[in-house]
Structures are given as structure tokens and as C-alpha cells.
């Protein structure tokens, strides 16, 4: 699938509100590499479909950390919608959202909010700092970058997380087909195929 802008707003949304409409860069971009890592570990393919990449913080969404920093421009009702501009080390949410959340992510599917109410409920109460040196541990996918960006292909996640060599070739494949479906039917700019090769 291609990146979807408007899921990622969504997605980060949902736990700045948890977090009290306030919340910590490095928190809010850990919570949301660990619900698309649960999203492939359940389902076989991502929610959001962003580029992966290790740095020294660890595992993180390329494309959605660009829109955290105001690196690339938005789209009608994406995250600019959604998130504030940063001060500081913080974002916000710029809606005035009342009582269930979930009722405002219409992009969201109800596998997508069982993911983010699990990676919530095990990860939600820790800082960004140990959500941090939680993902050096747990994210095996994850490799010292010394000071630059690493790619971090999907098959290489897949294996991380538990599937087979031969599952793991058709999950990305399918996905790879299913981003060639999306880039015919939408004007998006299209992003590169995922490559196989765990070189990156």
C-alpha cells in the first residue's frame, strides 16, 4: 500500500489524546513504529505504509517524522489537520476531541484501533526516552546507523517478527501489488517498490 497521510494523522492523534492532547515527539513517533511493527505482526502488512528506517533513536517512520518536522507539505485533512506545529520537543492535537476518540478516525478500521489500543495498553505508560531503549531491545529490525538513516525493508520486519522466508516473499509481494493498485487509482506521487533484499 502507499503512505496514507490522512491514517498517520489519525494514528498519532489517537495517542497524543491518550496522552492528554499533549505528548512527546520521541514518545509519539516510538508509539507509532510499534503499532505499524503490531500491524505486520498480526496482519502480514502495515496501516500506515510508511518508509522504515533505524537512526540512533531507533526504528522510526521516515515519511511521518518528515511531517513532524514540517519537512514536506500536507494534504487536505492530513496532519495538519490533526497535529500541531512542534515547540520544542512537544505536539498537541489541534481538534477539541469529547469523549470516544475513535468515533473521529473515520480513516481507521477496527483491526487498525484493536492495534493501537494494544501497543496503548503495553506501552503507553513509559517516557519516550525508554520507549526509546525499548525498541533497541525489542527491534531486532533495528541497526546501528551511526548518525545517518538506515532503510529498513519490509521483508526484513517480517522475518523479525515471525514469518517464514517463503510467507514472508508472498506477504511482500502482495503488499508491493497492492501499492502498484494504489498508485494507478490514486494522484499521489508514488513512492519506490519495497525492496526484498535485507541490505536495505
Not at 102 to 108: I, M, N, R, S, V
Not at 178 to 200: N, Y
Request: with cysteine.
Amino acid at each position: 500500500m502507499q503512505y496514507s497521510e490522512k491514517k498517520a494523522a489519525q494514528i498519532a492523534a489517537f495517542f497524543v489524546f491518550q496522552e492528554g492532547s499533549v505528548i512527546g515527539i520521541l514518545k509519539l513517533m516510538k508509539l507509532m513504529y510499534l503499532a505499524e511493527r503490531e500491524s505486520f505482526t498480526k496482519y502480514g502488512e502495515p496501516m500506515i505504509g510508511d518508509n522504515l528506517v533505524s537512526m540512533n533513536h531507533g526504528p522510526v517512520l521516515s515519511i511521518t517524522l518528515d511531517h513532524l518536522n514540517n519537512f514536506i507539505d500536507s494534504e487536505p485533512g492530513g496532519w495538519e489537520s490533526w497535529i500541531s506545529d512542534r515547540e520544542n520537543h512537544f505536539v498537541g492535537l489541534k481538534v477539541n476531541i469529547e469523549g470516544d476518540i475513535a468515533l473521529h478516525l473515520d480513516q481507521l478500521s477496527d483491526a487498525d484501533l484493536d492495534v493501537l489500543l494494544t501497543i496503548w495498553k503495553k506501552y503507553g505508560k513509559y517516557s519516550g526516552s525508554q520507549l526509546r531503549n525499548i525498541t533497541h531491545e525489542i527491534c531486532t529490525e533495528w541497526e546501528d546507523s551511526d548518525n545517518s538513516s538506515l532503510p529498513i525493508p519490509y521483508s526484513r520486519l517480517l522475518k523479525c517478527v515471525g514469518y517464514d522466508p517463503e510467507t514472508t516473499r508472498e506477504l511482500v509481494q502482495r503488499i508491493n501489488e497492492q501499492r502498484k493498485l494504489d498508485e494507478i487509482f490514486s494522484v499521489t506521487p508514488t513512492r519506490p517498490e519495497i525492496r526484498t533484499s535485507t541490505a536495505g
